[in-house]
């Protein structure tokens, strides 16, 4: 059982996203990698159902987060951010911020590819360049609310499946 347990090699993994609605008007987009899609789906609605909220149909939230690619990097003294903007806004550049030294950079998750080679290409040092889904309308809860989320997000970050969870939580 062991050898075929360590056997099993990422081909044999398929990616499953799954989306819920936990209470409060908190919606949950949750990304997977998955061996045993069966186990996947059983655990995740087993977390969702156990803690109040309820699995939703694959698409209902795909339209509530904007898909987005976002880099960080270190900010160098000689670095203008105005011209570090219009150097970027070719390869797909939405959004650039400068805060403490710090830069991050949005764009369109289609542009990953063509910001990441520019970014690249000027020489500059990516500390971090992920691809995110950001909550189109964001909402706060209370203080007093937010234990129900936790719980309900602290079960889903333990399943060794679950690669990545959104919400729409400002």
Do not use: W, Y
């Not at 209470?23 to 789906?41: C, Q, Y």
């Not at 690249?120 to 360049?129: C, D, V």
């Amino acid at each position: 059982a062991i050898k075929r347990a360590s056997a099993k090699d990422t081909a044999s993994m398929i990616e499953v996203n799954f989306e819920g609605k936990a209470p409060h008007g908190v919606l949950i987009f949750i990304e997977t990698m998955t061996d045993n899609n069966t186990r996947t789906v059983a655990n995740v609605k087993n977390f969702l159902v156990k803690n109040g909220a309820e699995m939703l149909n694959k698409g209902s939230l795909e339209f509530m987060f904007a898909r987005k690619a976002l880099f960080e990097f270190n900010l160098k003294e000689d670095m203008d951010i105005e011209e570090l903007e219009l150097e970027l806004i070719d390869a797909g550049l939405e959004e650039i911020e400068a805060e403490d030294g710090l830069c991050l950079v949005t764009a369109d998750f289609t542009s990953f590819g063509t910001l990441n080679a520019a970014l690249e290409g000027m020489g500059i040092e990516i500390t971090k360049a992920t691809l995110e889904r950001i909550a189109n309308t964001p909402i706060e809860i209370t203080q007093e609310q937010q234990p129900d989320i936790d719980k309900i997000l602290e079960k889903l970050e333990d399943d060794e499946d679950v690669q990545k969870i959104f919400t729409n939580l400002a």
